[in-house]
């Protein structure tokens, strides 16, 4: 069982899109057929993007066209589950494109292996985060008013193969959540490990606790 690690820096949405697509698309074939494959986590930036998932609704884009161009973003309805969320430079994008089954996984505990990694991460900066029953991802406070959200997840399986995955703020300019109701919530907030820590923080130095964290719960299994 092969398992690789890329960064593919920063990297426009569609492009990344593209290319964990033909990954997942050749592991998939490689199980039907009995060929080899690598297992792959993927690493990124975007610049600003929206993505609306197959269940989201169009309302929770809170911008037209015009407005979005405005901004320098834009929209991608994609093939994930989950609602609307925003990526951008400074939040670190992570695509495991996997093979479930080298790991004993199902798909709700691979969502749940995705959140306790960050979970993990959160931790080592002294962020203490957690679970908040019926959503999806990591979150801070999450059982009182000033929930706030500061991982969002959400994937694609196949014939128990994945795409794609978390978005981590760290440096993220929160800004961009307003112009949309996040993961459609419209009464919760979102944070970042900047705002928590009230300084900036390296993203290369996240990468490496989040790999850290990933790699040795997947290779544990």
Not at 7 to 31: C, G, I, M, N, S
Not at 90 to 104: A, R
Not at 192 to 221: A, D, F, T, W, Y
Request: glycine share 10%; net charge negative; charged share 25%.
């Amino acid at each position: 069982m092969k398992l690789e690690i890329s960064d593919w820096r920063t990297v426009p949405y569609a492009e990344a899109w593209d290319r964990q697509t033909a990954w997942f698309d050749a592991l998939v074939h490689a199980k039907q057929t009995g060929g080899e494959y690598v297992n792959h986590i993927v690493l990124c930036e975007h610049p600003h993007v929206y993505t609306l998932g197959r269940s989201g609704k169009e309302g929770n884009m809170l911008l037209g066209e015009e407005q979005l161009r405005a901004i320098g973003a834009s929209l991608y309805h994609i093939d994930r589950g989950g609602d609307i969320t925003y990526h951008g430079p400074g939040q670190l994008v992570c695509y495991p494109i996997l093979n479930l089954e080298d790991f004993s996984l199902g798909l709700k505990a691979y969502v749940h292996l995705l959140e306790e990694a960050v979970i993990h991460v959160c931790v080592s900066y002294g962020i203490v985060a957690g679970r908040m029953e019926k959503a999806t991802g990591v979150w801070l406070d999450g059982d009182s008013p000033r929930a706030r959200k500061i991982c969002a997840i959400g994937v694609r399986s196949s014939h128990y193969v994945t795409m794609h995955g978390l978005a981590l703020n760290v440096n993220t300019d929160l800004r961009y959540f307003s112009y949309i109701n996040p993961c459609g919530f419209i009464d919760k907030g979102v944070t970042s490990l900047r705002k928590e820590l009230g300084r900036e923080v390296p993203i290369e130095e996240v990468k490496e606790r989040l790999c850290h964290e990933l790699k040795g719960m997947l290779q544990g299994m």
